[in-house]
C-alpha cells in the first residue's frame, strides 16, 4: 500500500515504511501555463508600433520616434519571466501526457519538442527586444547602436515576438490528436486545440503568415492550462 506525504504544492509517494519512491507530483505546473499566456499577451501588445508613413520615412524616422526605452525595457524583463513560465509548464504538462497515453506514443515527446522549440526562439526574440532596448534614444548602450542598428532590430522584435510563439502551436495540435484519440486531455480542450491549430496553420500555409501563432497561441495555453488545473490536483 502506498502511502502520501507532501506540501500542499507537491504530492511525494512513499512505500508502506516511510521510504521515498522518489517520484514527485507537482500540482502547480498549470498556474504557470496560465502566467505564460498572460504575461505574454502582455510583453506582444505592449511593444510600441510605428505607423506605416513613419517606416516609410526610413532609418531616421524610426529612430526618432523610439524616443523611450522603458516600455520596451519592461517588455523584454517580462519576456524573460514567459520563457522561465513556460518551462515550468512545458515540463508537467509533457508529464501529463505520457502518463495520460500509452506506452511508445509519440505526442509527448513531439510537445516536448514543440515547446522546447518555443523556449529556444523566445530567448533569442526577447533578448532582441533587450538589445532595441538599450538601443533606443535614452538607452543604457545607446552609444553602441546605430540610428539602422535600432530600426532593424525594431522590424526583427515587431515580427519575431508573433512568430516565436509557433512551437506551442504546434503543442496545441499535438494536444488536439491526443484528446481525441487517447483523451490524455477533456474533449473540450482538445475542440479548442482543434481549432487553435487550424488557425495558425491555415495563416500559415494559405498565407505565410506565421505570425498569427502569436496571437492565437498564448490565448490556448490560458484556455489550456485553466481547464487542466483539476487534472493536476487529482494528480
Partial sequence: MTALMGTESDIIEATADGAPTGRVRSRWWPIA??????????????????????????????????????????GASIGFLVVLALVIWGAGFVRHLRTSSPDGALGASIAHISIAASAGAMIFGYGLKAMLA???????????????????????????????WMGV?????????????YRSVPRWIGIVSVISAVLVFGMT?????????????????????????????RA
Fill in 33 to 74: 501555463g496560465v502566467v505564460t499566456g498572460v504575461l505574454g499577451i502582455a510583453t506582444t501588445y505592449s511593444f510600441p508600433m510605428l505607423e506605416d508613413d513613419v517606416k516609410a520615412n526610413g532609418v531616421d524616422a524610426v529612430f526618432n520616434e523610439l524616443d523611450d526605452p522603458t516600455v520596451v525595457r519592461v
Fill in 169 to 181: 502551436a504546434l503543442a496545441a495540435g499535438v494536444t488536439a490528436w491526443m484528446s481525441f484519440k
Fill in 134 to 164: 538599450g538601443g533606443i534614444k535614452g538607452g543604457i548602450d545607446e552609444g553602441l547602436y546605430t540610428k539602422t542598428d535600432v530600426a532593424v532590430l525594431h522590424l526583427f522584435v515587431d515580427q519575431s515576438h508573433w512568430l516565436i
Fill in 205 to 233: 500555409v494559405a498565407f505565410a503568415l506565421p505570425y498569427s501563432a502569436g496571437v492565437v497561441a498564448p490565448v490556448w495555453i490560458v484556455i489550456a492550462s485553466l481547464g487542466l488545473i483539476p487534472a493536476a490536483k
